[in-house]
């Protein structure tokens, strides 16, 4: 898998002589071929969703039966055709590639006393002859991609693509977070899910701290990648479609099922201030000791 995953990038930086265009061209790659197993899961994952009423009756129906409750469990996800698990297995699958990549740049750029030595590459790739002319440094986009936020540098100009790198990485993930959270009605009633949508972000911008500033380039593309794969599913997959038709109108339903605005108006106006009341009271005194003195003029 190493040299597999060299090899790639050795090929798309032939392509485009760029680090970072080599590392974002394999973040793609890597992306679309897990494209159908990551609009098959999203699929599952509404389903189960929409399973979810079902679910909780046969919990309720076995809860002191957990094996029953296992069976049952089992035969129902079985004659609805769904996995439990499937909302997962796209991040799964790529944890094993992340891992590969930070071992790769550190490869790639290692040195043996003081002289580059790229491993995992031939030496009549173009790849690995620049990496010997950079002095074993991934030089692009104003940094180092071999090292770390974390690292020493020589001054703030150094340092500061690092951190605007990090602070890419964690807007995406917010964003990428907040926009299945917006299609996932679930996780919007949910204030684990919520707080998993403050929090992920910041876990992963402690993360990317650490790690090499290559990694972080294919966070950020695979983050924006998922960011359009969503719009696009959810755009033109009718199954996803419905989806979003059904929630908008229980939306408005929910909406339409709360008090008017007018009704509050209403109430709010339908009797006079008590100032007003106590002053009309106090006139009709006065007009009262007005008469009771006119009488006791004409009586005397």
């Known amino acids: 898998m190493f040299q597999a995953l060299a090899g790639l990038l050795a090929f798309y930086y032939e392509l485009v002589p760029s680090y970072a265009a080599a590392i974002g061209l394999l973040t793609l790659t890597v992306m679309l071929v897990l494209t159908p197993l990551t609009w098959k899961s999203t699929r599952s994952m509404l ?133 299945m959270q917006g299609r996932n009605k679930a996780a919007q009633a949910n204030p684990q899910m919520q707080m998993m949508t403050r929090v992920m972000p910041i876990v992963f911008g402690f993360i990317s701290f650490s790690i090499a500033a290559g990694v972080n380039v294919y966070f950020l593309v695979s983050a924006l990648f998922r960011i359009a794969q969503q719009e696009f599913m959810y755009r033109f997959d009718p199954v996803l479609k419905k989806h979003v038709a059904e929630q908008v109108k229980e939306v408005e339903a929910k909406a339409y099922d709360k008090p008017k605005d007018g009704g509050k108006a209403a109430v709010n106006g339908k009797a006079p201030k008590a100032g007003n009341g106590k002053a009309a009271k106090g006139s009709g005194n006065k007009g009262g000791n007005a008469k009771a003195k006119n009488r006791s003029k004409k009586g005397r």
């Open 47 to 179: 389903e189960m969703q929409r399973l979810q009423p079902e679910i909780k009756r046969l919990q309720q129906k076995h809860k002191g039966d957990r094996q029953k409750l296992n069976e049952e469990m089992v035969a129902f996800y079985k004659e609805h055709q769904v996995n439990p698990v499937a909302g997962c297995l796209p991040m799964l699958l790529q944890m094993p590639v992340l891992f590969v990549m930070y071992q790769v740049i550190n490869g790639l750029t290692r040195t043996v006393n003081g002289v580059p030595q790229p491993k995992y590459l031939g030496s009549d790739t173009r790849l690995f002859q620049d990496l010997v002319a950079d002095g074993g440094q991934m030089r692009d986009l104003g940094m180092d991609l071999a090292r770390r936020a974390t690292d020493s540098h020589d001054s703030f100009g150094v340092a500061l693509p690092f951190f605007v790198l990090v602070a890419l990485v964690v807007v995406a993930q917010y964003v990428q977070t907040k926009q």
